[in-house]
């Protein structure tokens, strides 16, 4: 995107860079409809530019968390930079939204939903919380730095717990039981630490929420995260729905993994190996074949997936394996400036690898559909939005995965696989965060109450019988392998209402492909210049998360898996 406001060779260095350009728009008359729509543009061209300098720090840092220089780049911008802008940010906000012009432009739905959002900024928006927000982001790349350091011996070599997690799929069952022993022993050394630095999160968090007028930080969340089209009681709803329509599927999965493994009790290291006592697939051999094969599967569902990842190959914008000191996870990040995102994953050989891959593809289609929205605020989707994009990604692709596994046996066994997780996924999701919920309604909270509130979610929410004796603090803390909960508190459920929208999405793909790829991109185009309800009918499905919705939807997935015995 060509700069027309701030200086083209304009680079951020220091905080004086870019303070002067946020006081000249704190500081500019508006004194017309033109100029008020002139400083909109202005404001997002600056956003832009700020947004793309960090995210470049922070793709930089997660690539290699052992290099202090990159993690003092992004610190820097996080504790010397962003404090300093917000409180400018929050005047511009001020200026914005109660501006005479505001009602005119308001007649537009987009910029509607645009000033809705800055009102609600306007509103929590407190200077003693800059320093703590700081603070907060400084401990969540802590977490980070934590994560990525993880590491165990085995056979002789040093390899990453994504690598580890390979051989938990391993046949003998002796291979996986050393294996997940040393994934524990290694996640338990680190126990202390992230309890202390979570006891931290808490109590700062809490602060924040109260210095913004809330009771708790769950409330504050609501608001700060834009949550205008469902409540806190939706939610509640939601865990309920999974509860009752998922958890009793699951645990049938769950009794049927242990009579084919023909056990008299699951254990830990039991539950990610074939029920059937066959070798993991294995759909790509590092991260050059699995870019290839992923450029075929996206071609073969729609020839403009495939256009976007091949951009990003030419430019660099992809890191996907697995390393010593690089950050867990992945993600997509979207560069407000480029207008083009970067995909950051861990590789190691599995098919959790390709689901990652075309999961990113579909947040990355999601940006590049965007890129000729007028504002950059229209381009910031709401998680609900943005998570449809790309787990409906990875169930439209399915068919494609040939790609990967040309055997028909295989493909199918795939298949399966992601729909089965499916069952898996929604009632962890709903326990991640049902137990959010408990933990900011109830901030004085010790270490103590902490797990045993997970572990009566666990009996809630969790896969059924599996014997953790020996083990059991491998249970208790298993919430510390979720990364959401250090680093972006309450962004979680998200994933939840996109699954649901994603199966929807699905189920009209598989009645007309040719519509529903339509309907989807259509949607997806939108950004954010609609609800989220409105978003999620655009796409197909609709916003419904009831008991009757979620039956209808499970019926459709038993009927595929059905018809592929």
Not at 348 to 368: M, P, Q
Request: aromatic share 10%; glycine share 6%.
């Amino acid at each position: 995107m060509p700069r027309h406001f701030i200086p083209e060779q304009l680079t951020i260095e220091t905080r004086e860079d870019v303070i002067s350009w946020y006081e000249s728009l704190a500081n500019r008359e508006i004194q017309n409809e033109a100029g008020y729509r002139q400083f909109l543009a202005d404001v997002s061209e600056l956003e832009s530019a700020v947004s793309e300098d960090l995210a470049w720090r922070y793709i930089r840092m997660t690539c290699d968390t052992t290099d202090k220089e990159r993690e003092k780049a992004y610190l820097f911008f996080v504790q010397e930079i962003q404090p300093h802008l917000a409180p400018l940010e929050d005047k511009i906000n001020n200026k914005i939204v109660k501006s005479p012009f505001a009602a005119d432009v308001e007649k537009d739905e987009a910029y509607r939903i645009y000033l809705r959002g800055l009102r609600g900024a306007v509103e929590i928006f407190r200077e003693e919380n800059v320093p703590l927000q700081a603070e907060l982001a400084s401990m969540a790349q802590e977490y980070a730095a934590i994560q990525g350091a993880m590491s165990i011996e085995h056979d002789g070599k040093t390899i990453t717990m994504q690598q580890a997690g390979n051989y938990l799929m391993d046949t003998d069952r002796a291979v996986r039981e050393v294996v997940w022993k040393k994934m524990f022993e290694r996640r338990n050394a680190d126990v202390a630490k992230l309890e202390t630095l979570f006891d931290a999160m808490v109590q700062k968090r809490h602060q924040v929420a109260l210095n913004a007028g809330f009771s708790n930080f769950r409330d504050y969340m609501f608001k700060a995260l834009g949550r205008y089209d469902y409540t806190v009681q939706d939610c509640l709803d939601f865990h309920q729905s999974v509860e009752t329509c998922v958890v009793p599927l699951l645990r049938k999965l769950t009794e049927s993994r242990r009579t084919k493994l023909g056990l008299d009790k699951l254990r830990p290291w039991d539950l990610a190996v074939d029920a059937e006592g066959r070798a993991p697939l294995k759909p790509f051999s590092d991260g050059a074949d699995l870019l290839e094969k992923s450029l075929v599967c996206l071609q073969k569902t729609d020839p403009f997936f495939a256009e976007c990842l091949q951009t990003m190959k030419k430019d660099n914008l992809l890191d996907l394996e697995s390393r010593i000191g690089k950050a867990p996870g992945g993600y997509n990040y979207p560069l407000a400036e480029t207008n083009k995102p970067f995909i950051f994953m861990n590789a190691s050989g599995n098919l959790r690898d390709v689901e990652t891959l075309v999961h990113e593809a579909g947040h990355a289609v999601h940006s590049f559909l965007m890129a000729p929205l007028e504002l950059n605020a229209f381009k910031n989707t709401p998680s609900e939005v943005a998570e449809l994009a790309s787990m409906s990604m990875e169930l439209l692709t399915m068919d494609a995965w040939d790609a990967y596994l040309p055997d028909a046996t295989d493909l199918n066994r795939a298949k399966r696989e992601q729909l089965e997780g499916i069952l898996a996924t929604l009632p962890w999701i709903a326990q991640v965060d049902a137990f959010q919920h408990w933990i900011y309604t109830n901030p004085e909270h010790t270490a103590a109450e902490r797990a045993a509130k997970w572990l009566e979610l666990q009996g809630r929410f969790g896969p059924g019988e599996v014997d953790y004796s020996g083990c059991e603090d491998a249970l208790k803390y298993s919430w510390h392998k979720q990364l959401h909960i250090f680093e972006i508190p309450f962004y979680y459920i998200e994933y939840g209402f996109a699954q649901l929208g994603a199966l929807g999405v699905w189920m009209s793909y598989c009645n007309d492909a040719g519509k529903a790829l339509g309907d989807y991109k259509k949607a997806l185009k939108l950004g954010y210049t609609r609800t989220i309800p409105e978003m999620y009918t655009a796409a197909g499905p609709g916003f419904d998360f009831s008991e009757g919705n979620i039956k209808n939807l499970f019926r459709h997935l038993d009927s595929y898996l059905q018809r592929m015995n």
